[in-house]
């Protein structure tokens, strides 16, 4: 068993070579592998939630209770294409954008904390 460097130099070499390739095939297939993982990581629960979020927008109607982007909590009184007018105390009413609006609320969650 006793070999020398320079007759395990050719079998390095060989296998050095024929290696290239790795695990994957070919060089190339990492960052495809890497997009692929992204699309599915990043981006597609990304589009669900704006999907999610644009039905909530079209479901809004007088009487619901929301909270906004800002954190601001009211009860929207009427709503336009592109606006929705909230009430957020007695005698005090804002528009807002429709698009942030960032949760409807239940009704019974909001009775409940105000009679606590």
Not at 50 to 68: C, F, P, R, T
Not at 78 to 99: G, L, Q, Y
């Amino acid at each position: 068993m006793n070999t020398s460097l320079p007759e395990i130099a050719p079998l390095l070499a060989q296998a050095a070579a024929g290696g290239q390739g790795g695990i994957l095939g070919s060089p190339m297939m990492l960052p495809i592998l890497m997009i692929v993982v992204m699309y599915f990581v990043i981006f597609r629960p990304q589009q669900k939630r704006m999907k999610e979020h644009q039905k909530l927008i079209a479901g809004v109607k007088v009487s619901d209770h929301v909270v906004m982007e800002s954190g601001v909590h009211g009860i929207i009184t009427s709503v336009k294409d592109r606006t929705v007018m909230v009430k957020i105390a007695d005698n005090v009413k804002v528009e807002f954008e429709r698009s942030k609006i960032a949760a409807v609320t239940k009704k019974s969650d909001v009775v409940e904390a105000t009679e606590a």
